[in-house]
């Protein structure tokens, strides 16, 4: 059974800096993409930041870009998203999924997802 656990959100004031972690279980996922996607209340999902199996390749959802780093430690079946400069509108659940398509940047690209960690930026 795959599972992806998402881990490290909070609540933080604007300006400061959280690491989320998801760790995947269950299978290998060589060749896949793993992506972060946000959800706020009231609003659609949406694209965050994703990377390729090798690290080489990111894409970042330009409401994030110059303040998210995404990254991932294949040894150890995890992603991480780095997040600095925190608004008040990053606020929302925060979603892994893995993907085995090519520079997958929609929620029906991915396959399996994580149960969602909270993250929370005071104003």
């Known amino acids: 059974q795959v599972q992806l656990v998402e881990s490290g959100g909070g609540l933080v004031q604007a300006g400061g800096s959280l690491r989320l972690s998801c760790a995947a279980s269950g299978r290998t996922f060589n060749n896949n993409y793993m992506g972060w996607f946000r959800q706020a209340p009231g609003k659609e999902r949406e694209f965050v930041a994703t990377i390729s199996w090798s690290g080489g390749i990111t894409v970042y959802a330009d409401s994030v870009k110059g303040r998210f780093t995404i990254s991932r430690d294949n040894a150890k079946n995890t992603v991480y998203l780095q997040m600095n400069s925190l608004k008040p509108e990053d606020t929302a659940v925060y979603y892994c999924?893995?993907?085995?398509?090519?520079?997958?940047?929609?929620?029906?690209?991915?396959?399996?997802w994580g149960q969602g960690t909270q993250v929370t930026v005071s104003s």
């Open positions: 999924a893995t993907s085995p398509r090519g520079l997958p940047r929609r929620s029906y690209d991915y396959d399996y």
